[in-house]
């Protein structure tokens, strides 16, 4: 059974057939052509943490695919008062897909590990797959094709979101440069790392100027997890070093956390 959870277990193919779908998916649907292609069929949406782009993404998707998606989360169900491994298993028997945003990546493999429905890792403290894949597509798009980009520079902290456009830039050949000050240390994902690592795509630098140089794509993160706002205190220091990095990059494009729709290629392979 296919799953969605970190990209290790995807090869640079996988990734390419993804992307492929969803731009496919996007031409049909801006041509106004049917695209039902999971009518009749049922996204479980499960959310530990809030969201607004990754929801509206998912159920809107489901819907152009002619499919329905359902809404739970852990305030208003029995998740936070049962046991999650009863609990997990009777909610996968009510869909045909389960989109997972979760507290713990732990709990998504778990999830996973039932192989009762495909599971997607909708964000957990180690991973976002679907960011990931989002914003390859959007490079895809303003590059003319995935193969025009050579190279990304993520600034800031290294966290869930780097961990998983790292190691799937690196697994299509794609340089990485990562400059950040701070490892949030809940994300740290030792394989994942040793998986990007051993392609001699990435490198990790403080030093602005070569982190930047022929760069295509800066990208960056929250400078902490959103969910622990009201816990931290971020340095100004942290700041100080990258906070205009989009003016020392000349040639490149400068993304925040953007999202377009590839959960339809997502949902649609899976």
């Not at 039902?36 to 990754?54: A, G």
């Not at 456009?165 to 949030?184: N, Q, T, W, Y």
């Not at 051993?198 to 959103?226: E, P, Q």
């Amino acid at each position: 059974m296919r799953h969605l959870i970190s990209l290790k277990e995807q090869n640079k193919n996988d990734i390419l057939e993804l992307l492929d779908i969803a731009l496919r998916l996007k031409a049909k649907w801006k041509a106004c052509e049917a695209t039902d292609y999971l009518h009749n069929k049922t996204l479980v949406m499960l959310f530990q943490k809030t969201s607004t782009r990754t929801r509206l993404s998912f159920e809107s998707a489901m819907t152009e695919l002619g499919g329905h998606g359902i809404f739970l989360d852990a305030r208003t169900t029995q998740l936070g008062l049962s046991d999650f491994h009863d609990e997990i298993q009777a909610i996968m028997r009510f869909g045909d897909a389960l989109m997972f945003r979760a507290l713990k990546a732990a709990d998504v493999e778990l999830a996973a590990s039932y192989n009762r429905i495909p599971v997607i890792d909708a964000c957990s403290e180690k991973y976002h797959p679907a960011q990931a894949l989002s914003d390859l597509l959007t490079m895809a798009e303003y590059s003319g094709g995935i193969g025009k980009v050579k190279k990304i520079t993520w600034l800031g902290i290294e966290n869930n979101v780097s961990n998983t456009l790292m190691l799937a830039c690196a697994k299509l050949g794609i340089k990485v440069a990562i400059a950040a000050p701070e490892i949030d240390k809940g994300s740290v994902d030792a394989e994942l790392n040793t998986q990007a690592d051993t392609t001699g795509m990435v490198t990790r630098t403080l030093d602005l100027k070569s982190a930047l140089d022929g760069t295509d794509y800066v990208h960056t993160d929250t400078w902490m997890n959103m969910e622990f706002f009201e816990n931290c205190k971020v340095k100004p220091a942290f700041f100080a070093s990258v906070r205009n990095a989009e003016c020392r990059s000349t040639t490149s494009t400068f993304s925040f956390c953007s999202f377009p729709n590839t959960c339809r290629g997502v949902l649609w392979l899976l």
